[in-house]
């Protein structure tokens, strides 16, 4: 589960509905074990304690942040008695709305067991109610997630929901989407089969490939380089990242921890004159998948940056190309053949101030992969 909250007080819970007494209050180091273990019964089914590498990456991910601090920070429901029955992961990011800079959290997973966690995961829901939030915000969340997100006073956002998918080599791109549940689709044998008959294709329909636009060309820059590109690109939003130079370079640097996802890579697109018009991030593994992160450009170049990427993308030889989806790239896009939009999880927006909830509405935000938990190795490894 993916959420987005302001800062939560710590608080005394008492009455008769509590099973006892019990704590809301910041994530502490000691706690790792506990909501690591926690994480591996939830969402891996395994009944374990969290092995070291998992545990120094929650402590890397939830603790290292340039802008941590307790209460911008992971919850946990402490029950009263030493045990945590509840607990969501965390992570502060700094947004500018309307020109002003605003810390909000990115939840990146929802955690809770047995009674006392039931109770728990009800009080972390009400301390984020909208009234109560500068910004919350989650792409991935369920259909009942969404609802109580909307009835605390959240909105979602059905673009931001949404996930595109371009093939290039569209029988390996299938065996890639699916390969998770069926493997042996994706094993040497089966891949070089399918790439086989993907050639074929591509030579008989033409219409596979993705064409560039007249007179733009692709540059290779790296990541940390990317921010000087953007910064310019993104002033046109209401609400967008603020990418402080320690705050980047740090995300930048967590997010190549995931080499499931292969090499964090970035270019920039130059127009006819070589004036760079756009840039974007994305992971790379060779021959198979692009993961797209983020995408800026000029106004106006939105379909040049994009039809450039994917001609650049198609080249490097890439089977399948993904990533989240943004409103004003709708147009650009959506004019590619051979691309799809998939429902993700519903992003939801929790807030107590009119303006920012006015922007996210007007589509006047800028979010990206960056400030998501796509990057994240808690949803491909462990």
Known sequence: MKVEVGTIQAARLHGPEAPGTGT?????????????????????????????????????IFFGSPLYSPERGSVVYDDGTGGIGSVILALPMEFSVQGRPTVAKLLCAFMSEGKAGAHGAACIARAMRAAKQDMCFSDNLSPVSADHGVAGGGIVLPIQSLDWRRSFHPLKAWALMIGRQAPLLRSRVVMGLLAVVDRILRQRRPGMKSGAPGGCATRAIDPAAFVDCAEPMLQRFAVRPVWSRNEFNWLVAVAGLNRTLGELLCREVLDEGGRVIGAYLYFGKAGEMA?????????????????QMFHSLDAEGYALAVGSAQ??????????????????????????????????????????????ESWSRLLTDF
């Open 24 to 60: 809301l209050r910041a994530m502490e180091l000691r706690d790792i074990p506990a909501v690591g273990s926690m994480f591996t019964r939830i969402f891996r089914k395994r009944e374990y304690k969290a092995g070291d590498d998992l545990q120094k990456y929650i402590e890397t």
């Open 291 to 307: 993961t797209v992160l983020n995408i800026v450009c000029e106004a106006g170049r939105e379909l040049d940056v994009t039809t």
């Open 327 to 372: 409103p004003f790239l709708m147009n650009a896009i959506s004019r590619q053949r051979w691309l799809s939009f998939h429902h993700r999880g519903y992003f939801c927006m929790v807030t107590r101030h009119a303006d920012l909830k006015d922007a996210a509405q007007r589509n006047d935000i800028y979010v990206g992969g960056l400030a998501s």
